[in-house]
């Protein structure tokens, strides 16, 4: 497959005047360690919900110490509202229980020793190392993995492969406002059902509104 740098050039700048460059992560954090939870309790939830929940959970357990030892039923009860919360729970403590004991605490930033921690799969991984570490990484999410297929800068379907496909296409630098900008459009414009391509932006650089 190849695409024309033209018009990912094209589509970068497009994607920059509507939403800036300067981009910041959707789920409330301070540190490492609140990103990777909020990050963990995000999966098939929305941002919103989960910073909802987050507000008071960091409060309750304010670090990562707290989380390890805490009562794993009580933990469910306190991110009940946030959906598939048994297996959340049992990651998070697991999870915090591994950092402690493996890495002293401090979350660490390697992609495969992130993606081996329990409830952390590659997408987690990459959202840790590019907002808190500030390693550029492509976040392969619902909204990056649809947008980015409709815009033709990709043909797969795994995670892990579109990836590497948009690693190579896209500079370096624009890696990881492109997984904020790709998700605010995919929210609030290029839908799975009903997208509004008579309303997006990117319509003059896009082959899916022509197709469908």
Known sequence: MRVDKKRVSRILELLDKEYGTDVACYLHHKDAWELLAATILSAQCTDERVNSVTKDLFKKYPDIHAFAVCDLEELEKDIHSIGFY????????????????????????????????????????????????????IVVDT?????????????????????????????????????????ALGRSICKARGPKCGECFLAGECEYPASH
């Open 86 to 137: 048994h297996a959340k729970a049992k990651n998070l403590k697991n999870c915090a229980i591994e950092i402690s004991g493996l890495y002293g605490g401090e979350v660490p930033s390697g992609i495969e020793e992130l993606a081996a921690l329990p409830g952390v799969g590659r997408k987690t991984a990459n959202v840790i190392r590019g907002n808190i570490f500030n390693e550029p990484s």
């Open 143 to 183: 909204h990056v993995k649809r947008v980015s297929g409709r815009l033709g800068l990709t043909e797969k379907t795994e995670p892990e492969k579109i990836e590497k496909d948009l690693m190579k296409v896209l500079p370096r630098d624009h890696w990881i406002r492109y997984n904020t900008q790709i998700i």
